[in-house]
């Protein structure tokens, strides 16, 4: 393919004049600095002529006037809920699911899937994600079409397949839409299937995890089997938890236990292992995450918007847990813009505890970057620009009116900045998006398909989307 030989030919690139926000261990800012990249690695990082680099660069780019920023890393995305974006707006989790999610997502097919994981692709590359952990993929969405279009877009990104038996969620029973019902058997040897055929697969871009979904929908027996795969593996476990009330209701009369507890109990803990959410889990279960390593994905604008709660992350943080950033989904949030999602998970926390010199915009920043690589088990390759980690970078914009004058930089991307304003992206040392221009992807293209499909699916689900405003 043409595009994919044109981002091949470059490889060693000159970022020049920036603003470097390293988030290295100093948690330096380089005013006027250089990045030199190659080999798909970054190879030198200093102020303007302070480094020469071994080779004369293949390709520069003019970084004036630009913020030089890793990669953003969301940790709790949905694909496959990109094509029905605002079909279930103003309603709570259990009631979003069983009357609008689930029903749409059981109507997938494969086409569908490919469809929405380009279009979620898409718009993660232009608000400057290059690294994000899918959370559940049914067998229906195509897990090789999502795959194929992940490899070809540019992107890093962790795959979970969905490994489930019951058709639960929380203390409901049977809640969940016939066509997305698994069964054990048939998902653990398709997550094996998955990971033999794509973990590792595009120099290492695509990783592939389990998806231990959500509380009720797996039995203990189901989860330790979960647990002792991704050990014989050597890979992840993601899954919700603590993201509703429910949840610990769920834990409490189930098993007698907090619901991170049990996950501990029956081996799901990790420093491999992301629960999305974690609005609901409590100290005692803090100090278990801390102790085993696992990761809180933060999703401030879907736990708003559906009322689920407000995940106490400062005090999560104190306690040593590792918290990342996740948009969720086209439903729930309805974006996969990133920087969007650090401005409000900075202000939830201010509100919530009447202090606003909680979570700044630098403390937000680490949960979008570094610990996110953390949370991937990727933190020596990717979060922070350094000397051998791998070239993912992105370029931001300062020139807008809403990001004048250029003081503080991480003030104006946490506080004013939009996905928007991101120019450049970079991922293992190819330029994937330029002055906003997705090379990777037909953006046109993509945009078509995504409105075809959506209408079809709605039209097979039987659910109808207007605005509570008579629409002639
Ligand atoms: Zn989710």
């Known amino acids: 393919m043409e595009v994919q030989c044109a981002l091949i030919l470059m490889p060693s690139i000159l970022l020049k004049g920036g603003t470097i926000v390293t988030m290295d261990s100093r948690r330096q800012?380089?005013?006027?600095?250089?990045?030199?990249?190659?080999?798909?690695?970054?190879?030198?990082?200093?102020?303007?002529?302070?480094?020469?680099?071994?080779?004369?660069?293949e390709y520069e780019i003019d970084a004036r006037g630009k913020l030089i920023l890793p990669g953003l890393i969301d940790t709790h995305v949905h694909l496959a809920q990109a094509l029905i974006r605002g079909c279930a707006d103003d309603s709570s989790l259990i009631d979003w699911l069983q009357k609008f999610v689930w029903p749409l997502q059981g109507n997938f097919d494969a086409e569908d899937g490919r469809a929405s994981a380009e279009l979620c692709i898409l718009e993660m590359l232009k608000s400057g994600t290059t690294t994000f952990l899918?959370?559940?993929l049914h067998t229906r969405y195509g897990f090789d079409g999502i795959a194929e279009s992940l490899?070809?877009?540019?992107?890093?990104?962790?795959?979970?397949?969905?490994?489930?038996?019951?058709?639960?969620?929380?203390?409901?029973?049977?809640?969940?839409?016939?066509?997305?019902?698994?069964?054990?058997e048939t998902c653990l040897r398709e997550v094996e299937t998955y990971h033999k055929r794509w973990d590792g697969k595009a120099d290492g871009r695509v990783r592939v995890?389990?998806?231990?979904?959500?509380?009720?929908?797996?039995?203990?027996?189901?989860?330790?089997?979960?647990?002792?795969?991704?050990?014989?593996?050597?890979?992840g476990i993601t899954m919700h938890l603590g993201e509703v009330r429910e949840d610990v209701k769920y834990a409490n009369k189930e098993f007698g236990k907090m619901p991170a507890e049990f996950m501990d109990q029956v081996g799901v803990m990790g420093p491999r292992v992301v629960f999305a959410h974690g609005v609901w889990l409590t100290e005692s279960e803090w100090k278990i995450l801390a102790a085993k390593g696992g990761t809180v994905a933060h999703c401030p604008s879907s736990n708003t918007k559906l009322a689920?709660?407000?995940?106490?992350?400062?005090?999560?943080?104190?306690?040593g847990v590792n918290?990342?950033?996740?948009?969720?989904?086209?439903?729930?949030?309805?974006?996969?813009?990133?920087?969007r999602e650090m401005k409000l998970a900075s202000l939830i926390?201010?509100?919530?505890?009447?202090?606003?010199t909680v979570m700044s915009a630098?403390?937000?920043?680490?949960?979008?970057?570094?610990?996110?690589?953390?949370a991937l088990g990727m933190a020596g390759e990717i979060g922070s620009i350094e000397a051998g980690k791998k070239a993912d970078i992105i370029l931001v914009r300062t020139d807008a009116p809403h990001l004048t004058p250029p003081l503080n930089p991480i003030s104006h991307l946490v506080y004013a900045g939009e996905g928007s304003d991101v120019d450049t992206v970079i991922i293992d040392g190819k330029v994937i998006m330029e002055g906003r221009k997705v090379k990777t992807l037909d953006e046109d293209k993509i945009i078509e398909e995504a409105n075809r499909r959506a209408e079809k699916l709605l039209l097979r689900a039987g659910i109808k989307v207007n605005s509570k405003w008579e629409t002639g």
Request: charged share 20%; net charge negative; proline share 6%.
């Open 134 to 136: 899918e959370s559940l």
């Open 362 to 374: 630098e403390a937000i920043l680490e949960l979008a970057t570094i610990n996110g690589a953390t």
């Open 151 to 184: 490899q070809k877009s540019g992107m890093r990104g962790v795959l979970s397949k969905t490994v489930m038996e019951m058709p639960s969620y929380g203390t409901e029973e049977s809640i969940m839409h016939t066509g997305m019902i698994e069964d054990a």
């Open 29 to 57: 800012i380089i005013r006027s600095g250089d990045v030199f990249l190659e080999d798909g690695l970054i190879s030198n990082v200093g102020k303007v002529g302070e480094f020469k680099p071994q080779s004369r660069p």
């Open 323 to 339: 918290v990342g950033l996740g948009c969720d989904g086209g439903p729930s949030n309805n974006c996969y813009d990133m920087i």
């Open 209 to 235: 995890w389990y998806g231990a979904r959500s509380l009720g929908a797996c039995t203990p027996e189901l989860y330790s089997r979960i647990a002792q795969g991704a050990k014989r593996l050597g890979t």
């Open 349 to 356: 926390q201010k509100v919530r505890l009447s202090d606003p």
């Open 308 to 319: 689920s709660g407000i995940a106490p992350v400062p005090e999560m943080i104190q306690h």
